[in-house]
């Protein structure tokens, strides 16, 4: 038996990946209050670290068609299948599953296969095919992949409804949408799914240790929500990267130092500066030495730590 099917141009179409929105040049965001305050406080502005990250545009970031499909990706309306078979029946077919999650196969009928993971769709084409055949053997392979509608909203740069490839992941749509705002937090960005929150992801997690475990495909009707940002302070001075920084619960002096890149090599230990803002009401100062101690001291929001140089004495 022989079996050709195209899939139709209509639905080729359908399948073919786009973005309804795409982020367009802006005027720069301005300056929080923070930032004002920074730069009042040190003579001289800051940046936010890892805002720059999601600027660039989104076009390097899109995820590339030639990859292997993975295991766990699952099949939905608008992907196309390629089944192909051979042995005592001789089967070619590309099919496109239809709006509701099926496909239709010749002497074999209709199958609902939306839901089912890659690692599972051989199987089960093979096993529903096998009820009219014998002794063959059996390929299923994805070509043209599905669109996918995903919300991006809270404190996003372009909020609204993206149309994105149904391989793209968490990070890749904050590229396709521009990330997170100038007031949006880059600690907790989070994907809800049927009314749950099923990852938080951590940009300095990403920026500092290249970690993505918290990174996940997304699937259609998944929303983006970017909540303000958190407590900020500000790290001055003699480190590696002075910027302004957002806290993630309880951070220590060492811990924020680790986010900086260390003490430069001209980085002071014996004195350093922490400015504190109490109660909204007023301006303290606390010097002290990088010692345990100091390591261990807790910052809150709006702080600046000025790390000082050594003396260039002899």
Known sequence: MVIRLNSKDAEEETAKPSSSVRPVAKAPEPPTDFEQFVQTALGHSLPVFGRGLFRGGSSSFAPSTSITVPSDYVIGPGDELLIRAWG?????????????????????????????????LTEFIHSAIAQQF????LTVTLGRLRSIQIFVLGQASQPGVYTISSLST???????????????????????????????????????????????????????????????????????TPAIYELHGNTTLASLLDDASGLTVLGGTARVVLEHIVDHEKRTIDDFPLDTSGMGKTLNDGDILRILPISPKI
């Open 170 to 240: 968490l990070v890749n749509a904050l590229f396709d949408s521009g990330g997170p705002s100038y007031i949006g937090t880059l600690r907790d960005i989070q994907v809800k799914r049927d009314g749950k929150v099923i990852t938080h992801f951590d940009v300095y997690r990403l920026l500092l240790a290249g970690d993505k475990s918290a990174d996940i495909h997304l699937l259609p009707g998944d929303i983006i929500y970017i909540p303000q940002a958190g407590p900020q302070v500000a790290v001055d001075g003699d480190v590696n």
């Open 88 to 120: 005592k029946i001789d089967i070619d077919l590309q099919l496109t599953v239809d709006r509701n999650g099926q496909i239709f196969i010749p002497r074999v009928g209709t199958l609902t296969v939306a839901g089912l993971r890659m690692d599972q």
């Open 134 to 137: 014998r002794d063959f053997d």
